[in-house]
């Protein structure tokens, strides 16, 4: 079991609940609008906000970004360590470093210490597109090994000034290096570990490739808090966070449908049946599973792990409870049937 830090007043590692991330794509000066997207983002689960800081503006509104928020914030830090030092004045959460880019050992002994006044973590980013020459030189490119021995010699560097209030991300845009890498992190330390795979593209490929690498570790009972990176509205990290969560068994939270494909016997719209369900169910929060069947002839059967299910025929379906036959019904009322009966529930 890893260490367990606290971000705000939120527990990340140490057996706690996997948490979900996202980060803000709005000018971080531009209050209003920060506020207003992560507003949106409790709302759809997100559970840590991280905001990019490149600039003087970016730190000085922090404070009031964090004042009108009610999950924890983390600043996003590149280069200059003063910034870290105003958005840790400011009231942020966590910092997020890489303490080899930010300049002298002074400057990375004046980060730690802030952040221990104020009981703060930071978190350790490894990226594949920014690793050290040497690194690179010793290991051939960016390899598992040497992402891991990066996140060393940073967690080094914060430790020699009385440091340990750490959690690690080892991200690369290679799937497979990625999970490599936090396998072995998390074979020779205890940190809590923040998984991502970066730069994985629009939502088709950046979800697959997510849910391959994030869910793969998380399977193996590798991670502590995600992020799903995506060249999209941070809402579709957040959705895609929970999906993998629940299909890789982590988080028991709301519901999740489940669907067959079409063949021969299918008689229904059933892709249309099933993506109607599906976007109604953003608004349930059971932990229940509904099916979307195209066969009334096995599609009970074949559900019957489901808590609520409709299987589509010949311009009639079936409304079904737990395998068992519950009623029949035109076709063209078996969604608002099926949702009359998940209120039920």
Avoid: W
């Amino acid at each position: 079991m890893t260490k367990q830090i606290m971000v705000g007043k939120v527990p990340v590692g140490g057996g706690a609940p996997v948490t979900i991330q996202s980060m803000c794509n709005t000018r971080t000066d531009d209050v209003k609008a920060t506020v207003e997207q992560i507003l949106r983002l409790e709302a759809a689960g997100c559970e840590i906000i991280r905001v990019a800081v490149p600039d003087m503006a970016a730190a000085r509104a922090v404070g009031a970004i964090r004042e009108q928020i009610h999950i924890p914030l983390v600043v996003d830090i590149h280069f200059d360590y003063k910034l870290a030092l105003e958005c840790v004045a400011a009231g942020c959460d966590a910092v997020r470093i890489n303490p080899g880019n930010i300049g002298g050992e002074d400057r990375v002994k004046a980060v730690a210490n802030a952040c221990k006044v104020k009981g703060l973590p930071i978190r350790i980013g490894v990226n594949g597109g920014s690793l050290e020459k040497p690194l690179l030189a010793k290991y051939g490119g960016v390899t598992a090994e040497a992402l891991v021995e990066s996140a060393f010699g940073h967690i080094e560097l914060l430790n020699r000034y009385d440091f340990d209030d750490i959690c690690v991300s080892l991200k690369s845009s290679s799937v497979p290096i990625t999970m490599a890498a936090y396998r072995l992190m998390s074979e020779r330390s205890s940190y809590p570990l923040h998984l991502g795979v970066t730069e994985t593209g629009t939502p088709r490929m950046g979800v697959l490739k997510s849910a391959v690498g994030i869910g793969g570790l998380l399977a193996m009972g590798i991670g502590d808090t995600i992020r799903v990176s995506l060249s999209a509205d941070p809402i579709e990290e957040v959705y895609a966070a929970r999906d993998i969560l629940k299909v890789s068994g982590v988080r028991r939270e709301g519901p999740e449908l489940i669907s067959c494909p079409t063949c021969g016997r299918t008689r229904i719209d059933l892709i249309g049946l099933a993506q109607q369900v599906e976007e109604r169910l953003q608004s349930v929060t059971k932990p229940i599973t509904v099916a979307v069947m195209g066969c009334v002839v096995n599609g009970p059967g074949e559900a019957s792990a489901a808590d609520v299910g409709i299987a589509g025929g010949d311009g009639v379906g079936l409304l079904f409870r737990r395998g068992e036959i519950v009623k029949k019904v035109p076709q063209e009322q078996l969604v608002d049937e099926l949702f009359q009966m998940i209120d039920e529930l």
